[in-house]
């Protein structure tokens, strides 16, 4: 089973993202629905909250007078802290019942619908976490328009919430909740379909027994389109001699979340290694299966991205790894031919990459390290494969055009966006030269 935890600032579109997905097949658990629940007239829940604030957040029906209680616990942080302490565990008792009983029908995807998942939940603990993002002006007219808050309230909910910035970091999968309510939808059928394709891959091989026994059981998932996207695995690395980011895995990650599909893109780290590297793209590639491969690594001395072509069957270390391997003049495989070709239309990505704004160029070499390494032992690997596409680009430490270091990763990552994109689309490279003199 699928575990996906869903979150947002408050009217953000949550709420439509949790429709669709329900309407699709998954179990939605609705965190806002469990929290009444668990404070309806009669609960043990109910009598804690009223022993906590007093008979003024009782409504004259004996209910809770929420517009009251949240007068209070909206402006007094203390009290906020309070009513969560109260309410929280129960309703993650609920939560875990409700996953329970998924579970236990077989459900393939159940998702947590949860406000306060950063601040509260532990968004590690879930498969997938999506984020709804919708800017903070836009959602405090849509409080005050179609939920009567004042604008004060609807700022005071806000801020009782995590920023946008700690949510994305928590974020596998972004989701735009600026535009239409149609829009949202269709992001959310692009999702659903990766995810139907995962848990296709992912499931037992079914005998024809099974496939006998197999009735649906009502409410189920729906079967898989028979269509199903492909996969895409982009790799970065991970940071190497004494720094702390690795500019490649920094664009790479924010690939992995800005992707909308409907192809599934899988972001991967690798060690910077030159016999672990390989082996743990080899490893991911006959595991995931993928259509396309791209390995992207850092550049130091350069200042533009650069598409690489050639990738040579020499390792010629000037510093050791992080193993402390130090090859010198070896060959990648032993008695393998001296180069590969990227199996990517290579002008045509560059092409593709420059036009987001980013200053790129096809290169005729990737050096003599573990990115080279790297790059040649998968074209090696994907000699076996057939119509599997494979390539590698080097991203520069710094973009240094002019523009806010801050937004590098964020500009790579549409750049890589757009290499990925062209390599799935165009068949025949651009017939324009990208040849050098020196
Ligand atoms: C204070 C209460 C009574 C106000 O009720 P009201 O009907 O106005 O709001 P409702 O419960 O429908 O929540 C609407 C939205 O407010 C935001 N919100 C709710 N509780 C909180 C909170 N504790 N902290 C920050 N934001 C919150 C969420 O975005 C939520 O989707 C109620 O929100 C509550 O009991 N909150 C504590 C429980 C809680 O944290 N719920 C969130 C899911 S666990
Ligand atoms: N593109 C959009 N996506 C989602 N909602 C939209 C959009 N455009 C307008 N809306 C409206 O904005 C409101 C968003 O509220 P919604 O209930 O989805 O928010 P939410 O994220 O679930 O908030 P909460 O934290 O209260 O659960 C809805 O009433 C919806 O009709």
Not at 61 to 78: K, T
Not at 137 to 152: H, I, K, N, Q
Not at 328 to 354: H, I, M, N, Q, W
């Amino acid at each position: 089973m699928l575990r996906v935890g869903l979150t947002g600032g408050i009217a953000a579109g949550k709420s439509v993202v949790a429709g669709r997905l329900a309407e699709l097949g998954a179990v939605v658990v609705d965190y806002d629905v469990l929290a009444r629940d668990v404070v309806a007239p009669g609960t043990t829940g109910l009598a804690s909250v009223v022993e906590a604030f007093g008979p003024g957040v009782v409504a004259p029906d004996g209910g809770l007078d929420r517009e009251a209680l949240a007068g209070v616990v909206f402006a007094d942080a203390a009290a906020l802290a309070r009513l969560n302490a109260i309410v929280h565990p129960l309703v993650r008792r609920e939560a875990a019942q409700r996953e329970a009983d998924a579970a236990a029908a077989g459900r393939s995807v159940v998702v947590h619908d949860v406000p306060l998942l950063v601040e509260t939940g532990d968004p590690a603990s879930f498969d997938a976490v999506v984020v709804v993002e919708a800017p903070a002006d836009v959602r405090l007219e849509r409080l005050v328009a179609e939920r009567s808050m004042t604008p004060e309230q609807a700022r005071a909910r806000m801020a009782a919430q995590a920023s946008d910035a700690e949510r994305r970091a928590a974020a596998s999968v972004l989701l735009d909740g600026s535009g239409t309510v149609d829009g949202l939808r269709a992001q959310v059928d692009a999702l659903w379909r990766s995810w139907v394709r995962t848990a296709v891959e992912e499931a037992p091989a079914q005998g024809a027994d099974d496939v006998e026994e197999g009735r649906p059981e009502q409410g189920a998932a729906p079967s898989p389109p028979d269509v199903v996207p492909v996969t895409v695995l982009v790799t970065g690395f991970e940071p190497f001699g004494g720094r702390t980011v690795n500019a490649s895995w920094e664009a790479v990650e924010r690939l992995g979340r800005l992707w909308a599909g409907p192809e599934r893109v899988v972001v991967e780290r690798l060690p910077v290694a030159f016999g672990a590297g390989p082996a743990r793209l080899r490893e991911l590639v006959t595991r995931l299966r993928p259509a396309l491969v791209l390995g992207v690594g850092e550049a130091g001395g350069r200042r533009v991205v650069s598409l690489e072509r050639v990738a040579l069957n020499l390792a010629d270390a000037r510093i050791p790894d992080t193993t402390g391997a130090a090859p010198v003049d070896e060959p990648v495989v032993a008695g393998g031919p001296t180069a590969y070709l990227a199996s990517l239309p290579v002008k045509a990505c560059a092409a593709a990459a420059r036009a987001t704004g980013v200053p790129t160029e096809v290169s005729h070499t990737a050096g003599t390290y573990v990115c080279n390494a790297t790059f040649y032992a998968l074209l090696h690997h994907l000699e076996a494969l057939d119509g599997v596409r494979g390539g590698f680009v080097h991203v520069p430490v710094e973009l240094d055009d002019g523009t806010d270091p801050d937004d590098d990763a964020q500009r790579l990552a549409l750049a890589l966006a757009a290499v990925v994109r062209t390599a799935l689309d165009v068949g025949v490279d651009l017939r324009t030269t990208a040849g050098t003199l020196d």
